[in-house]
């Protein structure tokens, strides 16, 4: 995610907010994978490589682009906060994502 004020009256304190929420949200996608991954290990009495799990900033997020989408979309579906104010009005709102995220 790209922090820039491109446009007049953007608020870097809301960019900040939503770029550190992303990675946030990314640890969660990852944590759930790894997961049920490790459960499926533990079911086919398979060793689980611990270490081979990156941290999510070190994760191309292109490749779960798709998954992200998702859960965007049923975020709004099921959550419905209203359309955000481009302010720090928002910041309640990107921290609410994350606890329904998890």
């Known amino acids: 995610m790209i922090i820039c004020d491109q446009f007049e009256g953007d608020s870097m304190l ?3 907010k939503q770029h ?3 990675y946030d949200a990314l640890g969660i996608l990852i944590g759930g994978c790894r997961t049920h991954f490790e459960r499926a290990c533990l079911i086919a009495g398979i060793a689980v490589e611990q270490s081979r799990w990156p941290a999510p900033t070190n ?3 292109r490749t ?3 998954a992200h989408d998702i859960l965007a979309g049923a975020w709004r ?3 419905r906060p209203p359309e955000p104010m481009l302010s ?3 910041l309640p709102r990107l ?3 994350s606890d329904w995220l998890q």
């Open 14 to 16: 809301l960019a900040k």
């Open 20 to 22: 550190e929420v992303y």
């Open 59 to 61: 994760i191309d997020h």
């Open 64 to 66: 779960i682009q798709d």
């Open 77 to 79: 579906h099921q959550v």
């Open 88 to 90: 720090s009005e928002a």
């Open 95 to 97: 921290d609410a994502l």
